[in-house]
């Protein structure tokens, strides 16, 4: 537990994979925190997180997360995994308060303070206020009014999962474990790996085989569906709010531009609707914090999926935070400017890279 210190409570707004970390992080460092998140409780559906496989830092708390996020033995993991598994430890964590169905309209903070306050007109008062709220962070807005939003790539990736056991065997089986695998064509590129399935099995069809097909071809749609204004991203597209024609188009389109395994699964996906459509954003912060407020992740870096890099980067930041804390463990304003100090260059270059992909791949 920490000694005596000025500041003891922190909100999270958002409490996805990055928000997930960072109120674990803290409370195992004895602060009490509150994670609020808009969404339900339900896992997501998303395709896989390819993870670091670079040597430990000797951060503590580094070696506890990545443990957690892999299981301690796999460098490509189904995000539903990382998330149950994140939140499961969340739940066992006394000092974590984690609210779900909460959308913060409004963030704030004074010379002592830091709240947010939700569309239901509730305040979440604490001594400082991570926001780790995604691509459409309201606390981005916040810190960075002048450049609040971010920008469409000019493309969007179709991600799901499907269980290995409605596959062909003969397919499947020769496919190794955690490995991705990389195919393009004039229908875009498509990324799939093999996975941890269900209760974690690892043996041939036991397995999830995760897929992330980047599609340019579909710009013009996704305005007509209200899915960009403007060139700013307003939501993906899930389940049944993608249009019969589109999936008739998708399935042609695979059918017609992937081998016959790769749209064995690309099938069953969209014949199932179990899809998600996700245009992808890009951001290149200017700052990461102010006075009591900083943000991590999507909110303050977001990149292109083809890196792998969001996942990993958001661990990243939840270090730094961490490291600036003990830095200056009686003044979290400091520790927060040590954290930007630390992180926006290096967040930066990353952005920039993943820029000059989307700029070669979604503006064509």
């Not at 049944?240 to 024609?245: C, D, F, G, N």
């Not at 700052?287 to 792998?308: E, F, Q, V, Y």
Request: overall charge neutral; hydrophobic content about 40%; some cysteine.
């Amino acid at each position: 537990m920490m000694s005596q210190q000025q500041f003891e409570h922190a909100i999270i707004v958002g409490g996805s994979l990055g928000g997930l970390m960072m109120g674990l992080a803290l409370s195992r460092s004895g602060y009490a925190v509150t994670i609020l998140e808009r969404a339900d409780s339900s896992l997501r559906n998303g395709a896989f997180i390819r993870l670091h496989t670079k040597p430990y830092s000797n951060s503590e708390i580094e070696r506890e997360l990545r443990h957690l996020a892999s299981n301690g033995n796999n460098n490509v993991e189904a995000w539903s995994a990382i998330q149950e598994r994140l939140l499961n430890a969340v739940a066992k964590e006394p000092g974590i308060t984690l609210q779900h169905h909460t959308r913060i309209v409004s963030i704030g903070q004074n010379e002592s303070s830091a709240w947010a306050t939700s569309e239901k007109e509730q305040t979440f008062k604490g001594d400082f206020l991570i926001g780790a709220d995604g691509y459409r962070s309201i606390v981005r807005r916040y810190l960075s009014p002048d450049k609040p939003f971010a920008d469409y790539a000019g493309y969007l990736v179709w991600v799901g999962k499907v269980d290995e056991k409605l596959l062909p065997k003969k397919d499947w089986k020769k496919r190794q474990l955690s490995n991705a695998y990389f195919n393009d064509s004039a229908a875009g590129t498509l990324t799939t790996a093999v996975m941890p399935g269900i209760e974690g099995g690892t043996n041939p069809g036991q397995r999830w085989i995760g897929f992330c097909w980047f599609d340019h071809s579909h710009n013009q749609l996704l305005s007509e569906l209200g899915v960009l204004k403007d060139g700013i991203t307003q939501h993906s597209l899930y389940g049944e709010a993608i249009p019969v024609s589109l999936l008739e188009e998708l399935s042609q389109t695979s059918q017609a531009h992937w081998s016959k395994e790769d749209d064995a699964i690309l099938q069953i996906a969209i014949k199932d609707r179990s899809l998600i459509g996700a245009p992808v954003n890009e951001y290149i912060p200017n700052i990461l914090s102010k006075g009591r407020i900083a943000m991590i992740g999507d909110a303050a870096h977001t990149m292109s999926p083809m890196s792998g890099a969001g996942f990993n980067d958001s661990l990243d930041d939840t270090v730094a935070i961490m490291d600036a804390i003990k830095k200056y463990p009686n003044s979290i304003i400091n520790a927060l400017s040590e954290y930007q100090t630390r992180r926006l260059d290096v967040v930066r270059q990353d952005a920039l890279a993943g820029q000059g992909f989307n700029r070669s791949f979604g503006r064509l």
